[in-house]
Protein backbone atom coordinates (compact mmCIF):
# COMPACT_ATOMS: atom_id res chain seq x y z
CA UNK A 1 0.00 0.00 0.00
CA UNK A 2 1.36 3.51 -1.13
CA UNK A 3 2.08 5.82 2.24
CA UNK A 4 -0.39 8.64 0.99
CA UNK A 5 -3.37 5.64 0.84
CA UNK A 6 -2.37 4.47 4.90
CA UNK A 7 -5.63 4.52 6.72
CA UNK A 8 -5.90 7.28 9.47
CA UNK A 9 -5.08 5.96 13.03
CA UNK A 10 -8.19 5.68 14.92
CA UNK A 11 -9.16 8.72 17.30
CA UNK A 12 -6.62 10.63 15.95
CA UNK A 13 -9.58 13.08 14.56
CA UNK A 14 -11.02 15.69 17.48
CA UNK A 15 -14.91 14.61 17.95
CA UNK A 16 -16.38 17.66 16.19
CA UNK A 17 -13.65 17.42 13.28
CA UNK A 18 -14.62 16.16 9.74
CA UNK A 19 -13.26 13.15 8.54
CA UNK A 20 -9.82 12.88 7.33
CA UNK A 21 -9.62 13.11 3.53
CA UNK A 22 -5.96 14.23 3.03
CA UNK A 23 -3.27 12.13 1.84
CA UNK A 24 -1.00 11.28 4.49
CA UNK A 25 2.68 8.95 5.20
CA UNK A 26 2.93 6.91 8.66
CA UNK A 27 5.90 8.25 10.14
CA UNK A 28 8.58 5.68 12.12
CA UNK A 29 7.42 6.80 15.38
CA UNK A 30 3.84 5.52 14.13
CA UNK A 31 2.40 9.46 13.62
CA UNK A 32 0.69 10.36 11.13
CA UNK A 33 1.31 13.38 8.69
CA UNK A 34 -0.94 14.85 6.14
CA UNK A 35 0.05 17.15 2.89
CA UNK A 36 -0.91 18.78 -0.18
CA UNK A 37 1.22 18.87 -2.97
CA UNK A 38 0.82 21.63 -5.46
CA UNK A 39 2.55 23.09 -8.26
CA UNK A 40 3.78 20.99 -11.28
CA UNK A 41 3.92 17.43 -10.63
CA UNK A 42 6.97 16.18 -9.07
CA UNK A 43 7.90 14.22 -12.14
CA UNK A 44 8.57 16.91 -13.98
CA UNK A 45 9.31 19.49 -11.45
CA UNK A 46 12.68 21.31 -11.51
CA UNK A 47 12.80 23.17 -8.29
CA UNK A 48 11.14 21.43 -5.42
CA UNK A 49 9.77 23.39 -1.91
CA UNK A 50 8.57 22.44 1.47
CA UNK A 51 6.36 25.29 2.80
CA UNK A 52 6.09 25.02 6.43
CA UNK A 53 3.25 27.01 7.70
CA UNK A 54 3.02 29.02 11.02
CA UNK A 55 1.08 29.47 14.50
CA UNK A 56 -2.76 28.86 13.99
CA UNK A 57 -2.49 27.81 10.32
CA UNK A 58 -2.33 24.72 7.97
CA UNK A 59 -1.41 23.14 4.75
CA UNK A 60 -4.15 24.89 3.48
CA UNK A 61 -2.27 28.54 3.72
CA UNK A 62 -2.00 30.59 0.92
CA UNK A 63 1.54 31.31 -0.98
CA UNK A 64 0.19 33.40 -3.77
CA UNK A 65 2.54 32.42 -6.67
CA UNK A 66 2.05 33.33 -9.73
CA UNK A 67 1.06 30.16 -11.87
CA UNK A 68 2.75 31.51 -15.02
CA UNK A 69 6.16 31.37 -12.87
CA UNK A 70 5.10 28.13 -11.54
CA UNK A 71 4.78 26.39 -15.09
CA UNK A 72 7.92 28.42 -16.24
CA UNK A 73 10.29 27.52 -13.77
CA UNK A 74 8.74 24.07 -13.48
CA UNK A 75 7.95 24.49 -9.27
CA UNK A 76 6.63 21.54 -6.97
CA UNK A 77 5.42 23.03 -3.35
CA UNK A 78 4.47 20.05 -0.94
CA UNK A 79 2.89 21.83 2.19
CA UNK A 80 2.54 19.85 5.18
CA UNK A 81 0.25 20.04 8.50
CA UNK A 82 2.94 20.30 11.64
CA UNK A 83 2.70 18.13 14.54
CA UNK A 84 -0.68 18.52 15.77
CA UNK A 85 -1.83 21.10 13.32
CA UNK A 86 -4.76 19.89 10.63
CA UNK A 87 -5.05 16.03 10.23
CA UNK A 88 -1.22 15.52 11.55
CA UNK A 89 -0.94 13.66 14.48
CA UNK A 90 0.54 15.55 17.60
CA UNK A 91 3.73 14.44 18.55
CA UNK A 92 4.19 13.40 22.46
CA UNK A 93 8.19 14.58 22.59
CA UNK A 94 7.79 17.54 20.31
CA UNK A 95 10.43 19.76 19.65
CA UNK A 96 13.01 22.11 18.08
CA UNK A 97 15.02 19.52 15.98
CA UNK A 98 11.68 17.06 15.65
CA UNK A 99 10.35 19.02 13.27
CA UNK A 100 13.07 19.03 10.96
CA UNK A 101 13.33 14.80 10.73
CA UNK A 102 9.42 15.38 10.22
CA UNK A 103 10.53 17.54 6.97
CA UNK A 104 13.31 15.27 6.01
CA UNK A 105 11.25 12.19 6.50
CA UNK A 106 8.12 13.56 4.68
CA UNK A 107 11.23 14.48 1.93
CA UNK A 108 12.23 10.86 2.00
CA UNK A 109 8.91 9.21 1.85
CA UNK A 110 7.52 10.97 -0.54
CA UNK A 111 10.94 10.95 -2.88
CA UNK A 112 11.16 14.61 -3.60
CA UNK A 113 15.08 14.23 -4.09
CA UNK A 114 18.36 14.25 -1.97
CA UNK A 115 17.93 18.52 -1.79
CA UNK A 116 14.86 20.33 -1.32
CA UNK A 117 14.13 24.14 -0.86
CA UNK A 118 12.16 25.36 2.84
CA UNK A 119 10.03 28.26 2.97
CA UNK A 120 9.52 28.53 6.56
CA UNK A 121 6.39 31.42 7.52
CA UNK A 122 6.26 33.17 10.56
CA UNK A 123 6.16 30.33 13.37
CA UNK A 124 7.10 28.05 10.52
CA UNK A 125 11.06 29.53 11.08
CA UNK A 126 11.91 28.03 14.03
CA UNK A 127 11.31 23.99 12.04
CA UNK A 128 13.31 26.00 8.99
CA UNK A 129 15.90 27.15 11.31
CA UNK A 130 16.05 23.66 12.75
CA UNK A 131 16.54 21.96 9.26
CA UNK A 132 19.67 24.70 8.96
CA UNK A 133 21.27 23.02 12.18
CA UNK A 134 19.98 19.41 11.65
CA UNK A 135 19.71 18.98 8.08
CA UNK A 136 22.17 21.42 6.46
CA UNK A 137 22.88 18.87 3.75
CA UNK A 138 19.41 18.33 2.31
CA UNK A 139 18.82 21.72 1.50
CA UNK A 140 19.28 23.69 -1.83
CA UNK A 141 18.18 26.88 0.15
CA UNK A 142 15.80 28.39 2.65
CA UNK A 143 13.42 31.29 2.83
CA UNK A 144 12.67 32.93 5.96
CA UNK A 145 9.14 34.90 5.62
CA UNK A 146 9.07 37.56 8.86
CA UNK A 147 10.67 34.54 10.90
CA UNK A 148 9.74 35.38 14.70
CA UNK A 149 12.96 35.46 17.05
CA UNK A 150 13.20 33.92 20.27
CA UNK A 151 13.99 36.19 22.94
CA UNK A 152 16.16 33.36 24.77
CA UNK A 153 19.00 33.43 22.27
CA UNK A 154 21.92 33.83 23.93
CA UNK A 155 23.68 36.13 21.05
CA UNK A 156 21.18 38.90 21.60
CA UNK A 157 22.39 41.95 23.74
CA UNK A 158 20.64 42.52 26.31
CA UNK A 159 20.09 46.33 25.58
CA UNK A 160 18.79 45.42 22.20
CA UNK A 161 16.01 43.29 23.85
CA UNK A 162 15.60 45.04 27.42
CA UNK A 163 12.60 47.62 26.72
CA UNK A 164 10.49 45.27 23.99
CA UNK A 165 7.22 45.33 25.09
CA UNK A 166 7.17 41.76 22.80
CA UNK A 167 9.77 40.44 25.04
CA UNK A 168 7.82 40.29 28.12
CA UNK A 169 4.44 39.44 26.61
CA UNK A 170 6.34 36.18 25.39
CA UNK A 171 7.77 35.86 28.84
CA UNK A 172 4.24 35.85 30.61
CA UNK A 173 3.02 33.78 27.96
CA UNK A 174 5.74 31.07 28.08
CA UNK A 175 5.59 31.13 32.54
CA UNK A 176 2.01 30.42 32.25
CA UNK A 177 1.85 27.64 29.43
CA UNK A 178 4.73 25.86 31.48
CA UNK A 179 3.80 26.61 35.15
CA UNK A 180 -0.35 27.19 34.38
CA UNK A 181 -1.46 25.18 31.44
CA UNK A 182 -4.91 24.82 33.00
CA UNK A 183 -5.27 28.91 33.94
CA UNK A 184 -4.28 29.84 30.54
CA UNK A 185 -6.68 27.67 28.91
CA UNK A 186 -9.23 29.28 31.19
CA UNK A 187 -8.21 32.36 29.80
CA UNK A 188 -8.32 31.60 26.08
CA UNK A 189 -11.82 30.19 26.22
CA UNK A 190 -13.77 32.52 28.27
CA UNK A 191 -16.75 34.26 26.68
CA UNK A 192 -16.11 37.58 28.56
CA UNK A 193 -12.64 38.39 26.78
CA UNK A 194 -12.16 39.04 23.52
CA UNK A 195 -11.75 36.29 21.18
CA UNK A 196 -7.97 35.09 19.88
CA UNK A 197 -9.36 35.41 16.53
CA UNK A 198 -11.07 39.03 16.56
CA UNK A 199 -7.55 40.12 18.27
CA UNK A 200 -5.72 38.12 15.05
CA UNK A 201 -8.31 39.74 12.33
CA UNK A 202 -8.89 42.63 12.91
CA UNK A 203 -7.24 44.49 15.99
CA UNK A 204 -4.15 46.52 14.77
CA UNK A 205 -2.44 45.67 17.54
CA UNK A 206 -1.07 42.87 15.77
CA UNK A 207 -1.13 43.91 11.97
CA UNK A 208 -0.53 47.25 10.01
CA UNK A 209 -2.94 48.51 7.53
CA UNK A 210 -1.91 46.34 4.64
CA UNK A 211 -2.27 43.10 6.56
CA UNK A 212 -5.60 43.99 7.84
CA UNK A 213 -6.36 44.36 3.73
CA UNK A 214 -5.11 41.10 3.52
CA UNK A 215 -6.89 39.23 5.85
CA UNK A 216 -10.39 40.17 3.93
CA UNK A 217 -9.29 37.87 1.25
CA UNK A 218 -6.93 35.13 3.20
CA UNK A 219 -8.39 32.50 5.35
CA UNK A 220 -7.03 33.64 8.44
CA UNK A 221 -5.91 31.58 11.03
CA UNK A 222 -8.31 28.42 11.36
CA UNK A 223 -7.13 26.87 14.72
CA UNK A 224 -7.48 30.74 16.56
CA UNK A 225 -11.35 30.47 16.14
CA UNK A 226 -13.18 30.15 19.49
CA UNK A 227 -14.78 26.86 18.44
CA UNK A 228 -11.75 25.64 17.66
CA UNK A 229 -9.53 27.09 20.92
CA UNK A 230 -12.64 25.01 23.18
CA UNK A 231 -10.91 21.53 22.03
CA UNK A 232 -8.12 20.89 24.49
CA UNK A 233 -6.13 19.13 21.76
CA UNK A 234 -5.67 22.17 19.57
CA UNK A 235 -4.99 24.17 22.44
CA UNK A 236 -2.36 21.83 23.39
CA UNK A 237 -1.21 21.90 19.82
CA UNK A 238 -0.56 25.62 19.90
CA UNK A 239 0.90 25.44 23.69
CA UNK A 240 3.44 23.36 22.42
CA UNK A 241 4.20 24.94 19.45
CA UNK A 242 4.41 28.24 21.22
CA UNK A 243 6.82 26.43 23.56
CA UNK A 244 9.14 25.37 21.01
CA UNK A 245 9.53 28.68 19.58
CA UNK A 246 10.09 30.71 22.73
CA UNK A 247 11.86 28.19 24.91
CA UNK A 248 15.47 27.17 25.49
CA UNK A 249 17.00 25.82 22.15
CA UNK A 250 19.90 23.57 22.05
CA UNK A 251 21.41 25.62 19.68
CA UNK A 252 22.02 29.56 18.95
CA UNK A 253 20.48 30.07 15.10
CA UNK A 254 23.24 33.19 15.55
CA UNK A 255 26.46 30.55 15.78
CA UNK A 256 25.38 28.96 12.45
CA UNK A 257 27.52 28.42 9.48
CA UNK A 258 27.06 29.11 6.06
CA UNK A 259 25.96 25.43 4.78
CA UNK A 260 26.04 26.72 0.75
CA UNK A 261 30.28 28.12 1.31
CA UNK A 262 30.84 27.09 -2.36
CA UNK A 263 27.92 29.19 -4.20
CA UNK A 264 28.44 32.64 -5.48
CA UNK A 265 24.85 33.43 -5.10
CA UNK A 266 23.25 33.62 -1.23
CA UNK A 267 20.43 30.52 -1.24
CA UNK A 268 19.69 31.91 2.43
CA UNK A 269 16.99 34.87 2.62
CA UNK A 270 14.91 36.96 5.52
CA UNK A 271 11.96 38.40 4.44
CA UNK A 272 10.88 41.04 6.94
CA UNK A 273 7.79 44.28 6.99
CA UNK A 274 9.20 47.16 8.15
CA UNK A 275 6.00 47.59 10.18
CA UNK A 276 5.71 43.97 11.41
CA UNK A 277 4.27 44.39 15.07
CA UNK A 278 4.62 41.02 15.78
CA UNK A 279 8.76 40.64 14.98
CA UNK A 280 10.23 44.16 15.30
CA UNK A 281 12.81 44.52 12.20
CA UNK A 282 15.47 45.70 14.47
CA UNK A 283 16.16 42.19 15.61
CA UNK A 284 15.49 40.39 12.44
CA UNK A 285 18.33 43.10 11.11
CA UNK A 286 20.80 42.22 13.99
CA UNK A 287 20.02 38.78 13.44
CA UNK A 288 21.20 38.98 9.27
CA UNK A 289 24.10 41.06 10.46
CA UNK A 290 25.47 38.17 12.22
CA UNK A 291 24.83 35.84 9.71
CA UNK A 292 25.88 37.95 6.88
CA UNK A 293 25.78 34.92 4.47
CA UNK A 294 22.20 35.30 4.96
CA UNK A 295 20.86 37.54 2.14
CA UNK A 296 18.11 40.22 3.83
CA UNK A 297 14.56 41.89 2.26
CA UNK A 298 12.51 44.23 3.50
CA UNK A 299 9.48 45.61 2.78
CA UNK A 300 9.03 49.42 3.84
CA UNK A 301 5.16 49.56 3.86
CA UNK A 302 4.93 45.61 5.36
CA UNK A 303 3.32 44.05 8.34
CA UNK A 304 3.33 40.96 9.55
CA UNK A 305 1.28 39.14 6.71
CA UNK A 306 3.59 39.97 3.77
CA UNK A 307 3.01 36.68 2.07
CA UNK A 308 -0.23 37.45 1.63
CA UNK A 309 0.45 40.76 -0.49
CA UNK A 310 0.15 40.47 -4.07
CA UNK A 311 3.59 40.57 -5.81
CA UNK A 312 5.62 39.22 -2.68
CA UNK A 313 5.51 35.44 -3.20
CA UNK A 314 6.64 36.16 -6.85
CA UNK A 315 9.55 38.21 -5.31
CA UNK A 316 10.63 35.52 -2.76
CA UNK A 317 10.90 32.79 -5.30
CA UNK A 318 12.99 34.40 -7.57
CA UNK A 319 15.65 35.50 -5.19
CA UNK A 320 15.34 32.05 -3.96
CA UNK A 321 15.92 30.02 -7.28
CA UNK A 322 17.14 32.63 -9.36
CA UNK A 323 19.33 34.48 -7.54
CA UNK A 324 17.60 37.60 -8.42
CA UNK A 325 17.69 40.86 -6.47
CA UNK A 326 14.75 42.64 -5.83
CA UNK A 327 16.19 46.50 -5.59
CA UNK A 328 12.53 47.56 -4.00
CA UNK A 329 13.46 45.46 -1.18
CA UNK A 330 16.62 46.52 -0.08
CA UNK A 331 16.69 47.98 3.59
CA UNK A 332 16.79 51.70 2.95
CA UNK A 333 18.09 52.31 6.70
CA UNK A 334 21.75 50.83 7.75
CA UNK A 335 21.63 47.33 9.78
CA UNK A 336 21.56 47.40 13.70
CA UNK A 337 25.11 47.45 15.19
CA UNK A 338 25.36 46.54 18.58
Known sequence: MA???????????????????????????????????????????TYRIIIVHGFGSSKEMSFLAPQELIEELGIYFLLYDRAGYGE???????????????????????QIGSKFY???????????????????????????????????????????????????????GLWMANHAPGLLYWLVTQKWLPTTSSVMNKKPVLFNSRDIDALKTTKGFPMLT??????????????????????EWEF??????????????????????????????????YVSSKLPWIKYHEVADGGHLIVHYNGLCEAILRALLLGEEPLEYRPNIPKVVV
Not at 158 to 169: A, F, G, N, S, T
Request: hydrophobic content about 30%.
Open 3 to 45: AHQLPPPQGSALPDDPPITSPRIRLKDGRFLAYKEKGVPKNRS
Open 88 to 110: SDPNPTHSVKSEALDIQELADQL
Open 252 to 285: DPMELRNPFPDQNQSSVHIWQGYEDKVVPYELQR
Open 226 to 247: PEKLQHKGVFDTLREDFVAAYG
Open 118 to 172: VIGVSMGSYPTWSCLKYIPDRLSGVAFIVPVVNYKWPSFPHKLIRDDYRRKVVQC
